[in-house]
Every structure is written in structure tokens, then in C-alpha cells.
């Protein structure tokens, strides 16, 4: 890659990966010919709007509704596109929730339901179970965000707590025949973590809820407590309520990486791929991403430079500052202190969703510089890595990585590239 600049070489891998995730182009490899009679197009998500516009390319105009993040809908001739809040559930999100609902409880075993579920719907389908509030289920939510909890562990609480989840969404459309189209965000693809299962069984219990949120010290109004202590809605997967039900990965970290590694080799780059499904939390993978990308620089690591590691998953922090960020920044941040300007070494880290944690940011780039120029500018790189303060830390530099809505959603990208000395 003589000659060309690291940083438009990193952006240019985040921007293949995102490509292959777009609907428009993983969709209609999966949709099926449209069915006789009538078919119902529904779903939630940060990636529905845009999957509902691949739906309506191929089938032309039909009958539905589709819950997506403020700023990511697409204009779709029959389906219905609602934006609502992420990740903290609001009002609009419950109503278009109820709405949904009452469509499906309106099919025959003859109908056939179209759903389309990506990442983000946990907040965007938003039914609270039992005597739990909006303000409540919003409580909850903003608690587990901050706690540094694994997606599944939050999605397994999300699922009790709810109406929608774990199963209950598809089992509302019994007896119609469902087809679910899924794009995944989670490590390892499970379906039932994906957006919390909607359309997909689940073996977790109220009680495996009940020992997240002690285990995180969340604590927990009683209605709460009441929908904990109860058997709970959440279908087990050979429910009768789930047999006319098919669920269908269309779009998932692996092939996003796939992608990015493939314009790397076109490149004449080394790829080592460290997963698809890193979890942890973001400064810990950091540290021991810095390592083995210092080894690599030194001679001694698995590849040779110039070398590119690439990884997914979804990190998480556990906010103890009061600054704004997301996992992808506080990697980035932490990723630039553990190197400490080493010469050589440049990575990006972001969401492929163009959303790092709450803030409409994608992620970060860092290079050699980042600490020097930080120093330069009177901005203290450890200060503000304590404070969770990873999102201001990269504005003051312009190093933000800015997208705006991606349409998709496969989770987190990281890219390290180790030059040759």
C-alpha cells in the first residue's frame, strides 16, 4: 500500500463492510417470491426502514409497518415507517408497538407475515409486561446501558420484561405463516439475542433475569419485581405458537469483516482476523489489541507488517465518569494510551450502525499522533478516558469518524494496521 494514506485506507475497509450489510443488497438474496393472498410487511430496527425499501424494490408496494431509529427511515410506497427513540424506548415506540400488534392478531392460518428485525429493535419494539411503566422499562434500560452488562445478559432481561420478546411477537400472528428476516448485531449470531428475539424462542428464565440485574446491583421498582416473580411470556423455541414460524440470518459481522478483509488482501495486506464476536470490556480489548499490534511492529507477533488485524463484536463500558462516549471511542482512546505514539500503528474503531453508544457518531480513527496532538491542545488523554469522555476527547482532535444513518446494522468494526518499519 505505498503511497497511500492509512487513514483513508481504514475508512475505506469500514466503508466495504458497511456496504456488504446494506439491504439493498443482502435482502433480496434471501426474500422469497412474494406469497398468494395476503402478506403482512412488518418489523423493527435500526436496518427495518432500509430492509422494508429492498422489500417494496422486489415486490413492489405492500401492506405494513416497520419501527426504525429517528433519522433512519426510507420512503416506502406501501409499508408504513416509524421513527422512535434509541436506545431508550420512548412513547412513540410503544404506540407503533401496540399498532403492530393488533395487526397481527388480525391474520388467518391462509395470511403470511414478513418480518424484517435488526439491531436496536430491543428499544424500538417496546411493550412492557405486566404493570411496568414506560418510565419504568426506560429506568431499567438506562441502567443496564451503564452497567457494562454484555448485550445478551441486557437482552435477557429485555425479553422478561416485555410483551414482544423472546418469541411473543411472532406467536401474536398465530396461525399465520411467518417468514423473519434477520440481520444480526450480536456476538455469535444467536437469534434469539438478536433485538431480543422477537420471532424466536428462548430458554432463559424470569429468574435468570432476576440474577442480571442483581448481579449489576440495578435496582428495581415492584412491578418489576411482580413480572420477575411470575412465570413470564417468553416462549420456549418448540412452542406451538412458534411452528409456522421461519427465522433467516441475511447479514452478520462475519461476512462484514469478510468483506473488509477481502479489499485488504486486494491491497497486498496481511489480514489476521481476531473474531467476529469479541466481547469485554472496551479499554481491556484495547490493551490487548495494543499488545499484539506492538509485537506485530516488533517482529515478534503472528504476522508480518505491513499487517492488518481486524476484529468484531460489541464491547461495553462501564460508565464510572460523567463524559459522553461509547464502547468504540473508549476503545480507541485506550487503544492510543497503550501504544503511546509507537510509530506505524493507525486503527479505526466504529459501529456499523453510525451510532457509537448514544451519540450520533460512528466511532474514532487514531495514529501516532493522537497523544501528541491531543498534548498539544491541552487535552489530557487519561483524564478524559476516566471521565468516559472518549467522544469529546476525538471531537477536540476531528478525529470522529461522522456517517450519519449507515440503513444497517452488524455491530462494531475494528481495524489496527501495523506498517512496515
Known sequence: MTGTNPR????????????????????????????????????????????????????GPCEGLVITRDGYARPCAGIEVVEASHPVPDARGLAATSRLISMLQDLGENDHVLALISGGASALLVQPAGNITLEEKQLINERLLSSGAPIDEMNTVRKHLSRVKGGQFAAAAFPARMTSLIISDVAGDDLAFIASGPTVGDVTTPADAAAILQRYGIETPASVKEVLEASGGVLAPEAELLSRVDNILVAAPSKSLAAAAELAKSAGIETILLGDAIEGEAREVAATQATLALDIRAGGGPGKPPCLLLSGGECTVTRRGNGIGGPNAEYALALALALEGAAGIHALACDTDGVDGAADVAGAMVGPETLSRAAARGV???????????????????????????????????????ESA
Open 8 to 59: 483513508n485506507f481504514l475508512r475505506s475497509l469500514f466503508d466495504g463492510a458497511v456496504a456488504a450489510a446494506d439491504p439493498m443488497v443482502c435482502v433480496p438474496a434471501f426474500l422469497p417470491s412474494r406469497p398468494d393472498g395476503r402478506v403482512l410487511v412488518v418489523g423493527a430496527g435500526k436496518a427495518s426502514a432500509r430492509m422494508a425499501e429492498a422489500v417494496e424494490s422486489a415486490w
Open 380 to 418: 489530557n488523554a487519561k483524564a478524559m478516558l476516566a471521565d468516559n469522555d472518549s467522544h469529546t476527547f476525538f471531537e477536540r482532535l476531528g478525529d470522529q469518524v461522522l456517517t450519519g444513518p449507515t440503513l444497517t446494522n452488524v455491530n462494531d468494526f475494528r481495524a489496527v494496521l501495523v
